[in-house]
Nanobody
Framework: QVQLVESGGGLVQPGGSLRLSCAAS????????MGWYRQAPGKQRQLVAT???????NYADAVKGRFTISRDNAKNTVYLQMNSLKPEDTAVYYC????????????????WGQGTQVTVSS
């Protein structure tokens, strides 16, 4: 069983920066795609950014040019550098892992982290 452990959320002023991290526990596996989603109060969970094991990235229009996703495949860890934060970025941010390869077998599975709160306010 893979667990995703997130860290790095908090309170920041508008225009500030935060860096989120998410590490997948366990050994001897690789993850196809990792990413970040967010859910604001009263709204549906939405894509923020994803990155494949090969480094291909995808961003929501709302964060392009401000957020950068990266990953360390050896550590099965994904990062989200968030700059120029706005109040509308306030949400619970969830880490996601999609597709797992272990022992030569590919598993169609999806894992979610527990979420970390990001609040942008003065």
């Amino acid at each position: 069983q893979v667990q995703l452990v997130e860290s790095g959320g908090g309170l920041v002023q508008p225009g500030g920066s935060l860096r989120l991290s998410c590490a997948a526990s366990g050994r001897d596996f690789s993850i196809n795609r990792m990413g970040w989603y967010r859910q604001a109060p009263g709204k549906q969970r939405q894509l923020v950014a994803t990155i494949t094991s090969g480094g291909s990235t995808n961003y929501a229009d709302a964060v392009k040019g401000r957020f950068t996703i990266s990953r360390d495949n050896a550590k099965n860890t994904v990062y989200l550098q968030m700059n120029s934060l706005k109040p509308e970025d306030t949400a619970v941010y969830y880490c996601n892992a999609d597709g797992l390869r272990a022992g030569g077998t590919y598993y169609l599975v999806t894992y979610w982290g527990q979420g970390t709160q990001v609040t942008v306010s003065s």
